[in-house]
C-alpha cells in the first residue's frame, strides 16, 4: 500500500458569503440539557440483561518475565463464568495503522491490553475475570497466581537511551540510522527533519542560544473513565456488539476485530457521550477483553477502570528531554534552528515524536532547520495522544529560547515572532509550504491587546508564547436525510468529542438548506450506520466533519432540484437553489414560485422518492491554526507558588461557527497546558510503581486555579473548507508551558526548564540566585 | 464493597454497645468523608457502620461555663454558620474552612478529622493550638484527652477497643486572644496539606505574649504541639526576633518524609514560612478580640 499523504482527497473552496445561522451563537445546545441534569448517557450507562462485571489484574511491577498464569483457583469460585489471559488472544505480527494522530503497530496493541512474554510497567494487564458481581470478580483477581520474575526497570527519558540501560525489547534495533546497529536498544527510532543548512546558518548568527528542556509525562485527565459494556453472539459465525467510550468507533471496530480476528463487518460499536478523550480514546483498553469474555461466557460483560487503573494503565503523554538552539543576527533575523527530541513512548514504540519532529519551528519562517528526535521504549504505559500531540513540551523549549533571543536583542518578544513570522508560502521543514494562514494576524492581534497595557505589581510578570498545529482531514462519511416534513437529521461518524459537533453540524446544515437550525436534527452513528470514518482527532471535528455534513446538503439540494424540474416539468439545468429554495434559474425558464424544503419534502414521493444526501469523502487536511497566549503570574518568593492572575488568549479559528464553542475550546486547551505547566506529573518510586495514581496526588487544576481567561478570535479563513474553518481544539494547549516559564522569569528572574514549574522546585530555582 | 450493616443508635450507650460488642468490625460513622473513600477504593471492608449522627450529644454545640462545647460529628458547615463560635474560634475555623468543598464541609466533621488521623488534617493543628480537650467515652467509663494525643500515626489514633469521641471542649481564653491556621496546597482548593501551621495566642494588657501554643501539621508521623515555638512568643511583643525563634523551633521540630506531596527540604522551609503568617493574623486577631471572656 502506499504511504504518504494521498493525492485522493476532496476539499471545497471557501466562498465569502453571507451568514445567517454560521458564526452565531445558539440560544440551545442539544447536548448541554442532558449533561447538565445528568441524563446523558456516557459508556458506564449502558446495562444489557443478565451482564457480568468484568475486571483486569495488573501487574504490580514495572518490568517482569510472565514465568506462569495460574487461573485454576479463580475459575472455580463461584460466581466466575469467564478469565482470560495471554494464551486466549492470537499473537500478532508487526503491522502499523493509523488511530488518531498516532500509529499503533498491532504487535503492540495485543501486547498492551494483555501482557505477553513481559509485564512492561506497573498496571499492565495480565489477566481478566469475567463474574456475577464485582466482588465477587475482585476476589478471584486475588486468586490468580502469576510468577514473575523481576527484571530491572528504566522510567526516565534519558537514562532509557543509556547503551547499559535495562532493556525492554530485545529485538528492538534503532529503526533510521544506516547501517542497522549491532546491539538492541530502547530508542525504537531516530527521525530527522531538515532544511537548508544549520552550520552555515549558525555562523551568520550574532547570537545563538541553547538550552536544555525537561518535562515529566502527564495524563490527558478525561473524568470519564473508560467503560464498555460487550456483547458477543455465536450465531452466523461469531458477532460482537460493544458499546464504548471512544473517539473513534470505527477504528475500535478495526482494532478488536484485528485482536481477536474476526471480521470488521461483525463488530459493530456504539460510541457513548463521550466524557473527555483529548487524544486517549483512540485505541482500545478494554473493549477486546470484554467481547473475549463475552464470547467465553455466553454473557454479555461490562467492564469499567476505576482512577487507579486510567492513570497507571493508559495512555499518559511522553516525558521529554530536548534541546534547542537557535542563532540570530543583531537584527533578530532566525539564521538557524536546530533541535533535539527524546520522547518517551512508554512500553512500546510510537509516540509523538514523528509530529513532534516534523513542527518544532513550523511557525517560524526558516531558511535552516535540523531536527534529530528519538522515539524511546521505557516501562511507562505506552503513550497516547494528547491534544497536539508531543507539541506544548517543544513550545516549551522553543518559545522559552525565542523569550531569551529577545532578551539578549532587547527587542520587543512579539516583535522578534513578527519578524520571524511563517505566512502564506513559506516553506516548512516538514516539507511542502503553508497555505494562507493567520499567525501574523494573530500576533498583530497580541501586540494591540489592552492585556499587555495593564502595569504589574511587585513579583509578578507576563509571559507570551505561541504554538502551531495542523487539521487532520481523513476519511469521513455522513447521512442526511429529509423528512417528509421537510426537516432535517444528519448521521454523522465522527465522535462529538467536546459537545460541539451536534451544535455546529446542525448550523451548517441549516446554513446550507436555508432552514431554521431548530428544524435539524444531529444524530451521532455507531459502525454499522454509516462508511469508515477515521477518529476524531487532530482538531478534524468541525473542519472535516462540517465538510461531509454541508456536502450532503449539497447531494441533497441537487436532488431537491431534479424534484422541482419534475414539478415544473422543466430540465434539471433550468433549476437552481437560492436562499433554502429551488427557483428558476432565469427568466426564460418560466414564472414558477420558489419552492422550499418542505414543499419539496412533501412532494418528492411522487416526483421520484425520497430526499437523501451522502459523502464518503477522504477530506483534504490542512488548515493550520495559530495562537499567542498572555499571560500574568505573581510568585510567591517564600513558598514558590505560582499563581496565575491574567490569561489571554489570541487564536485564528479560521472562522469560528459557533464562537461561545470556539472560547470554551480555547479555555478548555489553556487549563489543561495551566496544568500541566504548575502540577500535573507521573511520580514513580524506586521501583518504578506510580505513586500518584489518583486525582488527590495528580494534580489538574480546579477551578479555582485559573483566573477568567480573555479570548481574541481572529479569523482569517481557511481556503480549503467551505467556511473557512480551522481546526481549533488543539492549539490552545501548546503555547501555556512557555508562556508560564517566560512569566516566571519576568517576575522573579529565574528560567524554569524543569518541568512542572511546581512550588518545590520554583523555591529550589530562587533559592539558587 | 462488601455487605456491611448500617446501624444509626440514638445514644452513645448504645453505639458503644454496638461498637464495642462482639466479634464483628465495626466502624463509626460520623460525615463519612473519610470512611466511604476508603471503602469504596477496597482499603476497608467494615462489617458494621455505626452512625453517629442520630445522637444529640454529637451533634450540639454549645456555649458551656468552661468555653464551647461541640459534638464529634458536628459537620463543617454547621459551625459555619454559628456565629458565635466563628467569632471566638476563628484558628479552629481556618481549619474547618479548608476541609474539601462546600459539599464535602456538609457532611465532614472535626471528630472524623481528628480520629482519621492523618497528620495533613486541617481542623487538628489550630484544635490542637486551641488546647482542645476530648472526651472520650468508652466500655469502662469517660475521660478527657488532649487532641494532641488522639492522632498516633497515619490512620492510627489512640483510642481504645470500644471508644467514642463524644465531644470537644474548646476552653475559654482571656481576652487580648487570637489564633490562626494556614497551609500549604499546590492548588487552591481539593488539595491535601503539605505543610499546616497552627497558632493560638493570648496579649496582655500591655501587649506582651502570656499564652501561646503552636501545632504542626504534615511534618511528621502525626500533628505536632510544638511547644518550644510556643514558648518562643510566650513573654514577648511578639517581634522580630520572637518569630525568628519561633520559626527556628518549628522547623526543627518538623521530622518529615521525602514523598509525592513535598520533599522534606520543601516541607521544613515553608512550615517556617507559614509560622511567621500565622503568628502575624493571630496577632491581629487578637489585637482586634476585645470580646472574649
Ligand atoms: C473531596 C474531599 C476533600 C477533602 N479535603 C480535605 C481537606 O482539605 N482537609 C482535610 O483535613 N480533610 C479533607 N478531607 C478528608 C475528610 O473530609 C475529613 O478528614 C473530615 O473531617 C472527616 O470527617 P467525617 O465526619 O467525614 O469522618 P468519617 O469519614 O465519618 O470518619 C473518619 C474516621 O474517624 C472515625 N470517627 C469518626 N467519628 C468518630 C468519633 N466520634 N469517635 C471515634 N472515631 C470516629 C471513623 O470511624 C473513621 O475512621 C477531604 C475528603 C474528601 C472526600
Known sequence: MATGPSPWVTSFDYEEKDLKVIGKNPADRSDALEKVTGRARFAADYNLPGQLVGCVLRSPHAHARVLSIDTSAAESLPGVKAVVTRDDFPDLQSEVAAAGELMVNYRDVTRNIMAREKVFYDGHAVAAVAATDRRTAKQALKLIRVDYDVLPHVIDVVEAMQPDAPLLHENQFTAGITPKPDRPSNIATQMTSKLGDVVTGFKQADLVIEREFNTKPIHQGYIEPHACVANYTSGGGGSAEVWASTQGHFVFQAQIAKVLQMDISKVRVNPAELGGGFGGKNTVYLEPLAVLLSKKSGAPVKMKMDRNEVLRATGPTSGTNTKVKIGVTKDGKITAAQAELNYQSGAFPGSALALATMTVFTRYDLKNVLVVGHDVTCNRPKVAAYR????????????????????????????????NAASEGTKTHMGGTLDRIGYVETLEAAKAHEH????????????????????????????????????????YGTVDVAGGSRTVFAQMIAEELGIALDKVRVIQSDTSSLGFNFTTAGSRGTAAGGTVAVKTCRDAIVRMCEIAA????????????KDGHAVPAGANVGEFEPLSVADLAKQASWYGGTIAGHAELNVAGGGPGFGAHLVDVEVDRETGAVKVLRYSIIQDAGKAVFPDYVKAQFHGGAVQGIGMALNEEYIYNDKGIMENAGFLDYRIPVASDVPFIDTTIVEVPSPNHPYGVRGIGEVPIIPPLAAISNAIYDAVGVRMRDHPMSPPKVLKALSGT | MNNTQYKAPASVEKAIELFSGAEIGGKLLAGGTDLLVQMHSDMIAPALLIDLKKIPQLRAIEKEADGYRIGAAVSGVELMNHTGFCTTWPGVMDGVKLIGSLQVKGRASVGGNICNASPAADSVPPMIAAGALATVVGPDGARIVPVEDIGVAPGRNSLQQGEIVV???????????????????????????VVGVAVNLTLDKAGICSHARVAVGAVAEKVLLVKQAGDALIGTRVQDDATDNLVTAVRAACRPIDDKRGTREFRVQVAGVLARRVVATALERAKGSGQNP
Request: proline share 6%; no cysteine; glycine share 12%.
Open chain 1, 452 to 491: 499587555l497595557k495593564t502595569p504589574l505589581g511587585p513579583n509578578q510578570g507576563r509571559g507570551i508564547a505561541t504554538g502551531y498545529w495542523f487539521t487532520l482531514g481523513n476519511e469521513t462519511s455522513g447521512t442526511l436525510n429529509i423528512s417528509t416534513d421537510g426537516t432535517a437529521a444528519f448521521i
Open chain 2, 167 to 193: 465531644s470537644f471542649l474548646l476552653p475559654n481564653q482571656l481576652a487580648g486572644s487570637g489564633g490562626a491556621y494556614q497551609r500549604f496546597t499546590p492548588r487552591t482548593e481539593m488539595d491535601i496539606a
Open chain 1, 566 to 577: 419534475r414539478i415544473w416539468d422543466v430540465d434539471v439545468e433550468q433549476v437552481s437553489w
Open chain 1, 388 to 419: 497536539a500531540p508531543g507539541a506544548p513540551m517543544i513550545a516549551f523549549a522553543v518559545e522559552s529560547v525565542m523569550d531569551e533571543l529577545a532578551e539578549g536583542l532587547g527587542m520587543d518578544p512579539i516583535d522578534l515572532r513578527l519578524l
